[in-house]
């Protein structure tokens, strides 16, 4: 047996350590960390279990059977974030570029039955350059198996994807099938071809960065959910994110004790400007109203005029869903509809209450965002609002104008409560534009049209400005101080913690994608 034992040992070592030294050069040379580096960094210390490090690739064409590594340049196994268990793999690009083949898929799968099978979160850190060539179609027949798996096992466990070296080709799309994507500048690049095919078919030049680095795809195509400065920044925002998720779909995100109290808070009450043209940032309004320092913020650079992330509202986790006035007004558009609508799923699908602050002067007007599809992509948000049974709280602070206030407010989308403070302003549309419609001729016909054009827009805004109209009609339940929002919205909170909705059953709905 000790021979046997020593002959295990040497095996393990030659796996782990085969040109070890090179091996680590050559990824620190790119700026990057090794496979094992960060699994090291990323989990508890010691957690790491690894699974089928003996599994080789059984391929022999061109020179296969020379090139291969015991591994198949992907490390599979489990271990814990701050003590949770998560199943993870780590992609080797120093082991044949991390290219997926027949049996680098079938760990890969393995891994992704166990997670969804076990209720854990599943983390992806990809390194490669996508579906080995040399092993053809068994390379395709891997992501059919691996993309197939991601979106089954979609909205029952988490999956996070980090990119850490090139993502190129089949490697794209299981992470764009993740709940999340995490990005590093300067290391990452993510694209389905790379810069040479792109020259070749269609004669256009760019490099890698601007092609496909982190910055695109966190400001640019909204690919990216968060981009890191340094992978050792990527783990640390990977555990923080963890902090606020379930393992899986069944459970209720952690709830932490907070040594926060709910005591007003005045600073509010001159938060939010009274002239609706005035803008205002509305990360100070999120900072004053959940738990301190407890806002993670998700896809921060995509869309800005809609601000999403999760918070803590005294210990326990929100979906925090706010318009910006500072960027376009906080106006919706194409974009920010698609960001409000997959933040919304997610939350959803991980019994994660949701809480809007509004302030938003309505869907984006112009034809550009006629011919891209703003109805298509605003109906989204209308889905994902309506579709959702997670308690649904709504904070209406200024302006909610239009399919806006319907979408993100009304209590026809099952809001379970509508608060609002005194400057709320509730209505189809702002004041200039409709006074302009409906006494366009009266106006025009006047003898000093702008003094009547004051006139009517005073008796517009004393008729249908602030809250009061719709409080009277029972679609606001309760206008608020501004001072007490954190202990008005905890109340409402607490209403609602324990609704139970149901839907009618069906296959699955069709939301406009
Ligand atoms: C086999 C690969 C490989 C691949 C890289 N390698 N990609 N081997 N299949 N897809 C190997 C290289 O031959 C090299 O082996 C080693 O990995 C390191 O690669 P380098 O090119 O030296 O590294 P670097 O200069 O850093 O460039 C990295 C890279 C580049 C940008 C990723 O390798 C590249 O462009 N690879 C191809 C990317 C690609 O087009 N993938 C799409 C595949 S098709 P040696 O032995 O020399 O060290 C696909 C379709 C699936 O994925 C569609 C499903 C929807």
């Known amino acids: ?262 005591s007003p808070d005045d600073a509010i009450n001159s938060l939010i400007p009274i002239d609706p043209e005035e803008s205002y940032d509305v990360h100070e309004v999120i900072d004053h109203i959940f738990d301190q320092g407890s806002f993670l913020e998700i896809h921060e650079e995509y869309a800005m005029n809609a601000v999403v992330g999760l918070a803590r509202l005294y210990g326990y986790v929100v979906g925090v869903v706010a318009n910006q006035p500072e960027f376009m007004a906080g106006v919706l558009d194409i974009n920010a509809s698609d960001k409000i609508a997959r933040f919304v799923r997610f939350c959803d699908c991980f019994n994660i209450p949701l809480i809007n602050l509004i302030d938003t002067p309505g869907y984006l007007p112009g034809s550009t965002q006629e011919f891209d599809g703003i109805i298509r992509h605003g109906a989204k948000v209308l889905y994902a609002y309506s579709e959702a049974t997670v308690p649904k709280i709504v904070l209406i602070m200024r302006k909610a104008y239009g399919g806006a206030y319907i979408a993100l407010c009304s209590r026809d989308m099952a809001y379970d409560r509508v608060l609002a403070y005194p400057c709320a302003d509730i209505a189809v549309m702002g004041v200039e534009g409709a006074v302009g419609i409906i006494f366009r001729k009266e106006i025009a016909a006047a003898d000093d049209p702008e003094k009547r054009l004051q006139e009517l827009k005073a008796q517009y805004l004393e008729k249908f400005g602030g809250p009061y109209l719709s409080a009277s009609y029972g679609l606001v339940d309760q206008i608020i101080v501004p001072a007490r929002t954190r202990l008005e919205l905890f109340k409402a909170l607490d209403s609602v913690m324990e609704k139970q909705e149901t839907r009618p059953k069906k296959k699955h709905g069709n939301i406009p994608l």
């Open 1 to 262: 047996m000790e021979e046997m034992i020593k002959e295990l040992e040497v095996k393990l070592h030659a796996i782990r350590e085969k040109d070890g030294e090179k091996r680590s050069e050559s990824q620190h040379k790119k700026g990057k960390l090794t496979a094992w580096e960060r699994i090291d960094l990323l989990l508890d210390k010691d957690s790491f279990t690894e699974i089928n490090p003996f599994v080789t690739t059984r391929v022999t064409d061109f020179g296969m059977d020379k090139k291969r590594v015991p591994g198949d340049a992907v490390i599979t196994g489990f271990g814990r974030i701050n003590g949770r268990k998560v199943f993870l793999f780590s992609q080797d690009f120093t082991q044949l570029g991390g290219s997926l083949g027949e049996m680098h898929a079938q760990k890969i799968v393995r891994i992704q039955d166990m997670a969804l099978k076990n209720g854990c979160p599943l983390i992806q850190m990809n390194d490669s350059g996508g579906a080995r060539i040399q092993e053809g179609i068994l390379s395709l027949n891997g992501y059919g198996m691996i993309f197939r798996r991601n979106s089954l096992a979609s909205g029952i466990i988490p999956q996070l994807s980090l990119i850490l070296g090139p993502s190129a080709g089949g490697a794209v799309y299981s992470s764009g099938l993740s709940d999340f994507v995490f990005m590093v500048r300067g290391v990452s690049r993510m694209y389905i071809t790379g810069p040479d095919v792109i020259k070749r078919v269609a004669g256009e030049e760019i490099g890698h960065e601007e092609l496909g680095g982190a910055d695109v795809h966190a400001q640019v195509s909204g690919v990216a959910h968060f981009a890191c400065d340094s992978e050792e920044g990527c783990f640390e925002a990977v555990r923080r994110l963890l902090s606020y998720l379930p393992s899986n779909a069944n459970e209720e995100p952690p709830y932490v004790t907070s040594d926060q109290d709910l």
